[in-house]
């Protein structure tokens, strides 16, 4: 059900990403990791949408300048159609914080989070209580109705995660 795979992409396919998408300039700012409103101040996070083919988060669009860096992701994990590509980030925090548990989306697919930087923060399952690193280049694959928390970085500025729904 959750599977992880060390060192998704070549090391010269993840420094495109590195180089291009850690770069980009606008990103929106949210409320919460989660899909609703969390009280826990620390419970923040910005991302830029690369791709939503209309799904509550985002409206429809892609970015045709950022898109083709993930390309190679897409074709390792055997993505046949997209649904979101997002990047989030997540800053540090004074101790770990654990998002509200949630699902990307309601719409049955496959969900690709591939973590860009090695931190002490994660993502954990609800159900079976698993806990994955944040390790850079690491990916971990999962249905998109496994409920799961983000947990903040406490040893690093910033968290970053590519989020992929996909089919």
């Keep these: 059900m959750i599977r992880t795979i060390d060192n998704l992409l070549h090391l010269k396919e ?10 980009a300039p ?45 390309y190679p992701v897409l074709e390792l994990i055997g993505a046949k159609a997209l649904l979101r590509a997002q990047l989030n980030v997540t800053f540090a925090t004074p ?17 690709c989070i591939l973590y860009l930087n090695t931190n002490n923060g994660g993502t954990k399952f609800t ?8 390790v850079r280049n690491r990916a971990v694959l999962f249905p998109s109705d496994v409920y799961h928390s983000a947990i903040n970085t406490t040893d690093t500025k910033f968290r970053y995660v590519l989020n992929i729904n996909y089919f």
Excluded at 14 to 23: C, H, V, Y
Excluded at 95 to 111: G, N, W
Aim: hydrophobic share 35%; net charge negative; proline share 6%.
């Design 14 to 23: 993840f420094k495109a990403i590195e180089q291009n998408l850690l770069e």
């Design 26 to 70: 606008i990103y929106k700012t949210f409320e919460s990791t989660a899909y609703k409103q969390s009280d826990n101040i620390y419970d923040v996070m910005v991302a830029r949408v690369l791709f939503s083919a209309n799904c509550k988060v985002a409206p429809p669009g892609y970015d045709d300048k950022l898109l083709p860096y993930i």
């Design 127 to 134: 159900k079976s209580g698993e806990f994955v690193e944040s």
């Design 95 to 111: 101790k770990a914080e654990i998002s509200e548990p949630h699902i990307d989306t309601d719409i049955p697919c496959k969900v």
